[in-house]
């Protein structure tokens, strides 16, 4: 069988560092930290006090009131973001067969926001279940993508990925499986997480995942530095228009980049640290290349998954040096995390926009706040420290990793006719 070509031809980003695709491009070249104090409750009592939310952001600008109520802000920013990349891949509506386009959407957490409220609340009461008849679909992981659905009428494969970090990779993963098998002529694809909130918060701060650095919390989120102290939490969301190549040929689309390559793989480990050795991400990275049909030579840039904790960024650049060799040495390497901070389950999309951007752009998004060398990082990697580099990027590569030892890697190609 004769497996289709897979190319991306709409994008849209509700993120930490701006709130469309140009602007969160913008932030990334730039090198912005998106970390802020945090605003969605009062934080003064948790030991982390900051996290990378959204900012300017009023959800009534782009989804009506009655509509928007009955939506966890998780929902909402998939539906922005899949309104701006619909929009941008200029899919006429009235002419495409909605049966041949799906929606696979991923979150790692879902309405946790939703379920946290309806909860205190109830806890609150006299123990008379007064519950929002909206608690439940608000609450579910895979309403996002029946709401993307729904605006637009499209009745393809619908569903939701959860893998934890590794979300949304799979969800684009799954999207290109289906799309080259010929089940779909297109699948808005992506992820969306909404979880600064006091139990996101109190829970991974428990689990001592978070960085703790609110004296000087822009700079909180550093991969790879000597002094890394854990994650930032972040939120916001990111889709992509992935369509067959003869599909979008036929109706003049613009085309951002191809979708070749995708890996899935088990750490089988431990169910929150990676793999000392890496040897989960070693598998997965060799998959996605023997997928994608081409040697470790042929990637010019890594976004990792880079989080800044102290066991993780030594494991994936262990396993980074076991698949690409010496090649290692020649490859951009950046964690965009050390901007955005770590969106959970939307980190996969919006890091393999990342990597799309950098194949169009020909730029490495940096990453910042390096400040000292680890001694046990390699220092003869180029791990694109504090400020963006111009390169010609023909493959980039995506890798995110999940609690559990869920691993997916997603490569991304320069479009060649």
Known sequence: MQLKRVVITGIGALTPLGNSAPE??????????????????????????FACEVKNFDVYNF??????????????YAV??????????????????????????????????????????????????????????MMIADIAAGHISMKYGFRGPNYAT??????????????????????????????????????AVGGFNSMKALSERNDDYKT???????DRD???????????VLEELEHAKARGAKIYAEVVGGGMSADAYHITAPHPEGLGVIAVMKSALADAGITAQDIDYVNVHGTSTPLGDVAELKAIKQVFGDHAYNMNISSTKSMTGHLLGAAGAIESLACLLAINKGIIPPTINHFTDDPDIDSGLNLTFNTHQVREVNYALSNTFGFGGHNATVILKKYTS
């Open 24 to 49: 969160y491009w913008e932030g990334l070249k730039n090198g912005v930290s998106g970390a802020g104090p945090i605003t969605r409750f009062d934080a003064s009592k948790f030991k982390t006090k």
């Open 63 to 76: 989804i009506d009131k009655k509509e928007a109520r009955r939506m966890d802000p998780y929902t909402q």
């Open 80 to 137: 922005v973001t899949s309104d701006e990349a619909v929009k941008d891949s200029g899919l006429d509506l009235e002419k495409v067969d909605k049966d041949r386009i799906g929606v696979i959407w991923g979150t790692g957490i879902g309405g946790l926001t939703s379920f946290f409220h309806e909860v205190v609340d109830y806890a609150k009461g006299d123990g008379t279940p007064r519950f929002s008849p909206f608690f439940i679909p």
């Open 162 to 199: 959860v893998s934890a970090c590794a979300t949304s990779n799979h969800s684009v993963i799954d999207s290109f499986n289906y799309i080259r098998l010929g089940k779909a002529d297109a699948i808005i694809t992506g992820g969306s997480e909404a979880c600064v909130n006091e139990p």
């Open 220 to 226: 909180a989120s550093r991969p790879f530095d000597k």
């Open 230 to 240: 854990g994650f930032v939490l972040g939120e916001g969301s990111a889709t992509l």
